[in-house]
């Protein structure tokens, strides 16, 4: 902010910036960006706004006619008088509305009656002082789908399966298990031609990239039903990029893609994309 209000300007920001507070942090430093008419790389304000708050999100997928569990947002605990006279089926699933890298989740995520969904409930909009999403519970297998580029010009990069392995917490891919993902899960590359679930998450999740309108790169978590259906459960516009330690560079991995190439190809969706649309010019530093 410093720098911008001095007079600084540039062609293009590779944003990896969270933000700081508040459910459309991811948004903010794009924000700040758009005003002054600088390019950067992954979403624009609107979508890491949208995409960070997982109920609207899944309005959107499944306004876009895409699968995705049925769901509710519990914003406080009288929500769930009404939430007990809903057509949701136990066992539920609960996590915060605007949270990643699995904040928040645990084998308590996962409920079989009221008492347990009013106790977790509880928890998280005290501790995290944030609405809960509560959707249906998936016993299936779990995928993460990679993605690059922008709209039409955007492809599955792959996918990879979440398996937790004994030791880990069981049922869920929660915080503990992430953080410690090297000894607690393993992440084998799936191919689509192999697998028929594969190929529909992988068309599932490039649809609701499109629909989002999300850019330049991220990954899309799914998860399948009992009759091996999957199902759309977030979206990670602003996917992390630690070289051994997160989702999306692990795939590339896999892949044979080295780290390099993946910020390289980043960058060219990013520059693309930018490249003759019609940029607000920088603003001059205001006189006074």
Request: aromatic share 6%; with cysteine; hydrophobic share 40%.
């Amino acid at each position: 902010m410093q720098r911008l209000a001095a007079g600084d300007r540039w062609d293009l920001v590779f944003n990896i910036c969270e933000g700081l507070h508040g459910p459309a942090r991811e948004a903010q430093v794009p924000a700040l960006l758009e005003v002054y008419g600088i390019a950067c790389t992954f979403s624009d304000p609107l979508r890491m706004a949208l995409c960070l708050h997982k109920g609207l999100t899944k309005v959107v997928v499944r306004a876009a006619g895409l699968p995705t569990p049925d769901f509710a947002v519990v914003e406080r605990l009288e929500d769930l008088e009404g939430l007990a006279n809903s057509s949701l089926p136990y066992p539920l699933f609960a996590k915060p509305i605007a949270e990643g890298t699995g904040k928040g989740v645990g084998p308590t995520s996962i409920l079989h009656d009221a008492a347990a969904l009013r106790r977790t409930c509880e928890e998280l909009l005290t501790r995290l002082r944030q609405p809960v999403l509560v959707e249906e519970y998936l016993p299936g297998r779990e995928f993460t789908v990679g993605l690059l580029g922008s709209g039409p010009d955007a492809v599955v990069l792959g996918t990879l399966e979440i398996i937790l392995r004994d030791g880990a917490e069981a049922e869920v891919y929660s915080y503990v298990n992430k953080e410690h993902c090297e000894e607690l899960v393993a992440y084998p590359l799936v191919l689509p031609k192999d697998d028929e679930q594969v190929a529909r998450s992988e068309e599932i999740a490039l649809a609701a990239w499109r629909a989002l309108g999300c850019r330049d790169g991220g990954r899309i978590d799914l998860r399948c039903d009992r009759n091996g259906n999957p199902h759309f459960l977030e979206v990670n516009p602003l996917a992390g990029l630690h070289p051994a330690h997160s989702d999306l560079p692990m795939l590339c991995t896999v892949l044979g893609i080295s780290y390099v190439e993946l910020i390289d190809r980043i960058v060219r969706s990013a520059a693309t994309r930018c490249q003759g649309a019609q940029e607000r010019p920088a603003l001059s530093r205001a006189a006074g």
